[in-house]
């Protein structure tokens, strides 16, 4: 049974650094690529970062550019850990944050597994 198991999140004053962490396992994750989602309050959830199978790739919303750094740590087959290393944070970065795979794209990746009960970031003074 795949999971994904976000954590990380918490309260966080603007401009200060936040670093998130999903466990994706339950299924071999070789050739997929995994990126961080976010759903803000009354907003559609969003894409906000990615990264291939290898590492090799990555892309970034443009909101987020400069800011977020995605990386993976393929442990093992069927485990893999991606973190979301989030700096210089601003109220709008404020949402629950998910992860979620994809067999066939990076940019413009999708999440074709079940959702995890995602991390919550509040950026606020």
């Known amino acids: 049974q795949v999971q994904l198991e976000e954590s990380g999140g918490g309260l966080v004053q603007p401009g200060g650094s936040l670093t998130l962490s999903c466990v994706a396992s339950g299924r071999i994750w070789r050739n997929y690529a995994m990126g961080w989602f976010r759903q803000a309050p009354g907003q559609e959830r969003e894409l906000v970062a990615a990264i291939s199978w290898s590492g090799i790739s990555t892309w970034y919303a443009d909101s987020v550019k400069g800011q977020f750094t995605i990386s993976r740590n393929n442990t093992e087959n069927t485990k893999c850990v991606v973190a979301l290393q989030m700096t210089r944070l601003k109220y709008a970065d404020t949402a629950v944050y998910y992860c979620?795979?994809?067999?066939?794209?990076?940019?413009?990746?999708?999440?074709?597994?079940?959702w995890g009960k995602g991390t919550l970031v509040t950026v606020s003074s």
């Open positions: 979620n795979a994809d067999p066939n794209r990076v940019a413009g990746m999708r999440g074709v597994e079940r």
